[in-house]
Structures are given as C-alpha cells and as structure tokens.
C-alpha cells in the first residue's frame, strides 16, 4: 500500500514509553510493538519517556516537552495501556495535580484501558489510604470528569467495565469502545503452529503473578470488618467460579449494615471503598482464586512468572513448580508453544474481559484453557467453549481430555490461532480505532 494510502499517514501522534522494570518490564516491550505498528500504519511517532515523569526528572520533563511542542503531535496514544497517560502524565506541585498531555501540552488522548474500574482512581488519588479513618469523598466527580473529558477518548477490553461506569452514573458509552488487547508481532510468527511441536517442555504450565506474599501485607489486613467482607466474598467465588469478584464484593457490601458501611467508608465516593477494591481484586483475589484453581487441576502445573510479587514464589504449593519469569518476546511465545496445556485464570479485576496473554498464547500456536469470560465468547465464537472451564471439575476433565488428544488439542488451537491472527493483531486495532478516535476528538476540538 503507498505511503499516502496508509490508515495514519497523516497523523503526528505522541506515544508513552513506560520505564524499564514495570511489570517486569513487559509493558515496555508492548509498548515498543505498539509503536511499531503505528509507524507501520504511517504515523509519525514522538515517544514519550514516562520515567521523567515517574521519578521526577525535570529536566528530561523539560526537554521532552519542547520536543513534543515541536513534534506539533494531533494526539497522545496510551501505549500499552491507559495508566501511562493518565498516572505517566500526572505532574503534582504545590498539592495540586495537572496532566501533562492534556494541561500543559493541550494533546487530546486516546486512553486503551487495562481496568478501566480498579484502576483511575489509584493513579488519580494520591496518597491512597491506609485505613477507612484516611479515607476522603469526591472520588465520583473526579471519575466522572476524567471519563466525560471531551479531549480523551477511551477505550475498554471489557465489556463489564462499559456497563458498571454507566450504573454507577459516571458515564455511558456505546459497544464501539469494546476491544480485543492485541497480538504483538512476537507472538504473530508464520512458523508458530501446533504442528510444528516434537516435543514438549511442560504438560501443564501457568504464566502469570500469583501475589500471595503482597496479598499478606495490604496494611487494612487487621480491620475485622473487612476481613470479613473479603471471606464472603471469597466464598461466594469459590461457590461459582464464573461469579465476577467485582460483582461478590459489590454484593456483599450492598448487605453490610449502613453503619459498618460507613465507618469502613465502603461507599462508592470515599477513596478508601476504591483502595480496597483495587487491592482486593488486584492482589487479594488474584492470589487465592488463581492457587484454587492451579491446586484444583490435578496435575503439577509449572509456574511461569511472579515478577511482580518475587516473594510469593517461595509460597508455592507442593504442586507448583516455579519457574522463571519469561520476557515478553518470541521467548514466551516459544514457552506457550512449548506446553500441551496452559491454565490461565483471568485477572480478578474483569467482569466480562479477558487479558492479552489467552490470545497470544493460541497466536504462538500455544493452548490454554480459561475460565469463563463472556467477552471470550464474544471474540471467539463456539469454539471458545471447547477451552472454557466452568469449576473444578470441568477444568479436570477437560485437562486430561486434551493433554491425551493430541489431535484435537491442535485443531482448537488452529482455528483460534487463525482468528487471533486475522482479527486481534496491533494493526488491526489501531486501523479501526484510532482513526476514528483521531476524526472525533478533532470535531469536539
């Protein structure tokens, strides 16, 4: 295609770069890829350092600003994902905070959130309390201006998110801001198949953060009254494992008594209710659901990760074996297509969503089983069913099932390979999204 046919061939856009040891230093090389696929699609990109902003380093601040001034960038893009705008901009100064994009350098945004729910709040609410005694109100109003800021657009990967921000009464928006996260072009290899397995490294395998150790030490631990709230919300979890830990902690606070929801500030404009549900999905839940269902599949699970949690790796079950971390590159696409079966278990923080690692996981020519996401379906098709579990028994059946039949294990992962590959890569989000992000954010300008 000539230069001036390509989708962003006249776009200047600003990308964000996040520093080198965040999560394990894994959205760094997204955000590479990401960039990558811009200039492919005919972009000009200025990228963004956002360890100047992250450590303070006015200078670079500085410089960095001048250059974007003169880069004369249409927008900002959120790579890899929306925190690196929203917390990577944020410059605070005299107990006041302002966004460095969109306030000093007046750059629309597009926002490609990760958990579009647990998470703005964390970047925007600084110090986070403690304890419900720190807690402070008016978290609603500043949910709702960042979400109805006319110069962002915002994008979600879960379709839970789009339908709990409108019950909340922050805002609404249309499905259109539904996407699948994206294959990078590491796990996007021609010569990545099933087929192309002699041999196997692992059985059964888990990639991921298990963050039992952080999970201990949240400093609200020893409040009674929330211990309490999270051992109901667990056990209802346990009891249906497709039951989304947004929706149990919802429930449960919903039938607390209104003066224990109010000395425990439990309330959706208090700053410590989003504290504790960003910890109790991000860490609390992602520790004990992700142990029940890695110790509920009967066989020895090699665990790939804890890089964000190093100190839970020595908290492993008898059953676990622990790996090192992989980095996010032909490396881990060679380890997914390296086991028979990976067992994934999506982070607690989605309703309906799923992360990027199921779908590039079956773009190496790897095969996972997951557990039930609607949006799964959704992206997938009838063929999702094959690879969703629905409790522990079903996780147990089906595991054995495909690590005996080589055979079908291989066309499931075909036929997903193939639609992850054609649907979901970096290109073809960034074709249909920020194209039309770029068209609407200049009418409102």
């Given at each position: 295609?000539?230069?001036?046919?390509?989708?962003?061939?006249?776009?200047?856009?600003?990308?964000?770069?996040?520093?080198?040891?965040?999560?394990?230093?894994?959205?760094?090389?997204?955000?590479?890829?990401?960039?990558?696929?811009?200039?492919?699609?005919?972009?000009?990109?200025?990228?963004?350092?956002?360890?100047?902003?992250?450590?303070?380093?006015?200078?670079?601040?500085?410089?960095?600003?001048?250059?974007?001034?003169?880069?004369?960038?249409?927008?900002?893009?959120?790579?890899?994902?929306?925190?690196?705008?929203?917390?990577?901009?944020?410059?605070?100064?005299?107990?006041?905070?302002?966004?460095?994009?969109?306030?000093?350098?007046?750059?629309?945004?597009?926002?490609?959130?990760?958990?579009?729910?647990?998470?703005?709040?964390?970047?925007?609410?600084?110090?986070?309390?403690?304890?419900?005694?720190?807690?402070?109100?008016?978290?609603?109003?500043?949910?709702?201006?960042?979400?109805?800021?006319?110069?962002?657009?915002?994008?979600?990967?879960?379709?839970?998110?789009?339908?709990?921000?409108?019950?909340?009464?922050?805002?609404?928006?249309?499905?259109?801001?539904?996407?699948?996260?994206?294959?990078?072009?590491?796990?996007?290899?021609?010569?990545?198949?099933?087929?192309?397995?002699?041999?196997?490294?692992?059985?059964?395998?888990?990639?991921?953060?298990?963050?039992?150790?952080?999970?201990?030490?949240?400093?609200?631990?020893?409040?009674?009254?929330?211990?309490?709230?999270?051992?109901?919300?667990?056990?209802?979890?346990?009891?249906?494992?497709?039951l989304p830990a947004f929706q149990a902690y919802s429930d449960?606070?919903?039938?607390?008594?209104?003066?224990?929801?109010?000395?425990?500030?439990?309330?959706?404009?208090?700053?410590?209710?989003?504290?504790?549900?960003?910890?109790?999905?991000?860490?609390?839940?992602?520790?004990?659901?992700?142990?029940?269902?890695?110790?509920?599949?009967?066989?020895?699970?090699?665990?790939?990760?804890?890089?964000?949690?190093?100190?839970?790796?020595?908290?492993?079950?008898?059953?676990?074996?622990?790996?090192?971390?992989?980095?996010?590159?032909?490396?881990?696409?060679?380890?997914?297509?390296?086991?028979?079966?990976?067992?994934?278990?999506?982070?607690?923080?989605?309703?309906?969503?799923?992360?990027?690692?199921?779908?590039?996981?079956?773009?190496?020519?790897?095969?996972?089983?997951?557990?039930?996401?609607?949006?799964?379906?959704?992206?997938?098709?009838?063929?999702?069913?094959?690879?969703?579990?629905?409790?522990?028994?079903?996780?147990?059946?089906?595991?054995?099932?495909?690590?005996?039949?080589?055979?079908?294990?291989?066309?499931?992962?075909?036929?997903?390979?193939?639609?992850?590959?054609?649907?979901?890569?970096?290109?073809?989000?960034?074709?249909?999204?920020?194209?039309?992000?770029?068209?609407?954010?200049?009418?409102?300008?």
């Amino acid at each position: 295609m000539a230069l001036k046919h390509l989708p962003l061939a006249k776009s200047r856009l600003v990308a964000t770069l996040p520093p080198a040891n965040f999560f394990g230093g894994n959205n760094l090389r997204r955000a590479q890829y990401q960039i990558a696929a811009l200039r492919r699609l005919g972009a000009a990109v200025y990228e963004f350092d956002t360890a100047a902003i992250y450590f303070s380093d006015h200078p670079a601040i500085e410089r960095q600003k001048d250059e974007i001034q003169s880069f004369n960038a249409d927008a900002v893009v959120s790579t890899p994902n929306a925190s690196y705008v929203v917390q990577g901009g944020l410059i605070t100064e005299n107990d006041s905070s302002r966004n460095l994009f969109l306030d000093d350098l007046e750059l629309p945004a597009i926002l490609f959130w990760d958990h579009a729910l647990t998470q703005p709040a964390s970047y925007l609410l600084n110090p986070q309390p403690a304890h419900p005694s720190e807690s402070r109100a008016g978290v609603i109003s500043i949910l709702r201006a960042l979400f109805c800021d006319p110069r962002i657009e915002h994008y979600f990967p879960d379709s839970g998110h789009l339908r709990v921000l409108d019950r909340l009464g922050i805002t609404s928006f249309d499905d259109t801001k539904w996407f699948v996260q994206e294959v990078s072009d590491a796990f996007n290899q021609t010569d990545q198949t099933p087929e192309s397995i002699e041999r196997y490294d692992e059985d059964v395998a888990f990639f991921g953060n298990l963050y039992l150790a952080t999970s201990k030490a949240l400093p609200y631990s020893k409040d009674h009254r929330l211990s309490e709230v999270r051992s109901r919300a667990q056990a209802a979890c346990s009891a249906d494992w497709s039951l989304p830990a947004f929706q149990a902690y919802s429930d449960v606070i919903a039938s607390l008594d209104a003066d224990i929801k109010a000395s425990c500030r439990l309330d959706l404009d208090q700053s410590f209710y989003w504290r504790f549900i960003y910890d109790e999905l991000s860490r609390v839940m992602n520790a004990g659901h992700r142990m029940n269902v890695l110790q509920s599949c009967g066989h020895t699970v090699a665990c790939y990760g804890n890089f964000n949690d190093p100190e839970s790796s020595s908290m492993l079950g008898d059953r676990c074996l622990m790996r090192k971390a992989l980095p996010y590159d032909k490396t881990l696409a060679d380890a997914f297509r390296n086991t028979r079966v990976v067992i994934d278990v999506a982070n607690a923080a989605f309703i309906n969503g799923f992360s990027v690692k199921p779908i590039v996981c079956f773009a190496a020519g790897g095969f996972v089983l997951t557990n039930f996401k609607a949006d799964f379906v959704r992206a997938f098709g009838s063929v999702a069913n094959e690879v969703i579990y629905s409790d522990a028994s079903d996780l147990a059946g089906k595991l054995d099932y495909f690590l005996l039949n080589d055979r079908r294990r291989r066309d499931v992962s075909r036929e997903i390979q193939s639609i992850a590959r054609t649907n979901y890569t970096t290109m073809s989000l960034f074709t249909k999204t920020i194209p039309r992000a770029l068209s609407r954010l200049q009418k409102r300008k």
